[in-house]
């Protein structure tokens, strides 16, 4: 059984930094492509951050570009995603999430995505 359980959200204050992990247990991330997404309360789920299996091509949603990095380590089958300079926009639930096979496919869709985790809270304050 493949699970991703994502850890490392809590409450920060405004301007502050949060660093999220995803661990993977059940199957070797290393031919996925990955991606983190975020719902705030009331509104739809959306693409934050993307890496291709080898870590070398990222993309990002415009809002969290020059904030946040995502990286990875496939001897760990572990996916991260560094916050810095957090909003109180940046409040949500954030969900890591991979691309079987995806290589260097990081899909912005949700639908593309074939496991996610239970997803991990992330509550800025002003």
């Known amino acids: 059984q493949v699970r991703l359980v994502e850890s490392g959200g809590g409450l920060v204050q405004s301007g502050g930094s949060l660093r999220l992990s995803c661990a993977a247990s059940?199957?070797?991330?290393?031919?996925?492509?990955m991606g983190w997404f975020r719902q705030a309360p009331g509104k739809e789920r959306f693409f934050v951050a993307g890496?291709?299996?080898?870590?070398?091509?990222?993309k990002y949603a415009d809002s969290v570009k020059g904030r946040f990095t995502i990286s990875r380590d496939n001897a760990k089958n572990t996916v991260y995603l560094q916050m810095n300079s957090l909003t109180l926009d940046d409040t949500a639930v954030y969900f890591c999430?991979?691309?079987?096979?995806?290589?260097?496919?990081?899909?912005?869709?949700?639908?593309?995505?074939?496991?996610w985790g239970q997803g991990t809270q992330v509550s800025v304050s002003s």
């Open positions: 059940g199957r070797n991330l290393i031919d996925d492509a």
């Open positions: 999430a991979s691309r079987v096979f995806g290589l260097t496919s990081m899909s912005t869709r949700q639908s593309d995505y074939d496991y």
């Open positions: 890496i291709s299996w080898s870590g070398d091509i990222t």
